[in-house]
């Protein structure tokens, strides 16, 4: 027999309605959140950062492909890799369907790591993804935004992850700009568990009746299951 509580649909209801009223208040706070975020002020990027794309080098500018706003996803895969992140890899199931819509809605959408655009490209074809991946393996583009450690921090320490000087947890990251009359412009980054809200299984997962029922990391590149 369940030890949770149970009750009668009366019962139920009423408990839903208090609920309801505290998902709304939750909502309004989010809506007062975006609203916060696209208050923070732009920092301009001049630094001339490369990537290797499938279309061949290309800047930060280049990489907005005509659109006036920009989302990188940080993708943790680096040069030694043989495989990306298993969570950056669980929050990139559902990058494709979102991207296409993204792309078409004056965003463009870019996963960008550190490995070798070969190996990306070879993980990204086994995963069955499609969005725009492009490799910084050239460029200081991952330290300037702390989302990659120098030998002198893996030697002396001193990285600085989510805005606090620790080390580097294993964890994703995205950052957002914009390009403003021919100018690109720092707007946005978030750390470890400010992308929840990115991270699509853990929004049904809080919906369903055991919630998130973690016991350390549980997630596996889909095609290991």
Same mark, same amino acid.
């Given at each position: 027999?369940?030890?949770?509580?149970?009750?009668?649909?009366?019962?139920?209801?009423?408990?839903?309605?208090?609920?309801?009223?505290?998902?709304?208040?939750?909502?309004?706070?989010?809506?007062?959140?975006?609203?916060?975020?696209?208050?923070?002020?732009?920092?301009?990027?001049?630094?001339?950062?490369?990537?290797?794309?499938?279309?061949?080098?290309?800047?930060?500018?280049?990489?907005?492909?005509?659109?006036?706003?920009?989302?990188?996803?940080?993708?943790?895969?680096?040069? =030694?890799?043989? /495989?990306?992140?298993?969570?950056? &890899? #669980?929050? @990139?199931? +559902?990058?494709? $369907?979102?991207?296409?819509?993204?792309?078409?809605?004056?965003?463009?959408?870019?996963?960008?790591?550190?490995?070798?655009?070969?190996?990306?490209?070879?993980?990204?074809?086994?995963?069955?993804?499609?969005?725009?991946?492009?490799?910084?393996?050239?460029?200081?583009?991952?330290?300037?935004?702390?989302?990659?450690?120098?030998?002198?921090?893996?030697?002396?320490?001193?990285?600085?992850?989510?805005?606090?000087?620790?080390?580097?947890?294993?964890?994703?990251?995205?950052?957002?700009?914009?390009? =403003?009359?021919? /100018?690109?412009?720092?707007?946005? &980054? #978030?750390? @470890?568990? +400010?992308?929840? $809200?990115?991270?699509?299984?853990?929004?049904?997962?809080?919906?369903?009746?055991?919630?998130?029922?973690?016991?350390?990391?549980?997630?596996?590149?889909?095609?290991?299951?």
């Amino acid at each position: 027999m369940t030890t949770h509580v149970t009750g009668t649909r009366d019962q139920w209801l009423a408990a839903r309605l208090k609920l309801l009223a505290a998902e709304k208040e939750l909502t309004r706070q989010s809506d007062e959140l975006a609203r916060q975020r696209q208050a923070l002020p732009w920092v301009r990027i001049d630094k001339d950062y490369r990537f290797e794309t499938e279309g061949g080098s290309a800047s930060l500018r280049d990489l907005f492909q005509g659109r006036s706003q920009l989302i990188v996803y940080h993708f943790m895969f680096g040069p =030694d890799f043989k /495989a990306g992140c298993p969570a950056c &890899s #669980a929050i @990139a199931d +559902g990058f494709n $369907g979102n991207a296409t819509h993204l792309i078409n809605h004056d965003v463009m959408f870019w996963a960008v790591s550190r490995g070798p655009l070969p190996k990306l490209l070879e993980f990204r074809k086994r995963m069955g993804w499609t969005f725009p991946w492009a490799s910084s393996a050239e460029s200081d583009f991952n330290f300037d935004f702390n989302v990659g450690l120098t030998s002198k921090q893996q030697r002396e320490g001193g990285a600085v992850y989510n805005y606090q000087p620790t080390a580097p947890d294993p964890n994703p990251e995205q950052s957002g700009g914009v390009l =403003d009359d021919g /100018a690109v412009y720092h707007t946005y &980054s #978030a750390y @470890a568990r +400010g992308l929840d $809200g990115l991270w699509g299984v853990y929004q049904w997962l809080d919906r369903a009746p055991l919630g998130r029922n973690e016991k350390g990391f549980w997630w596996r590149h889909h095609d290991k299951y």
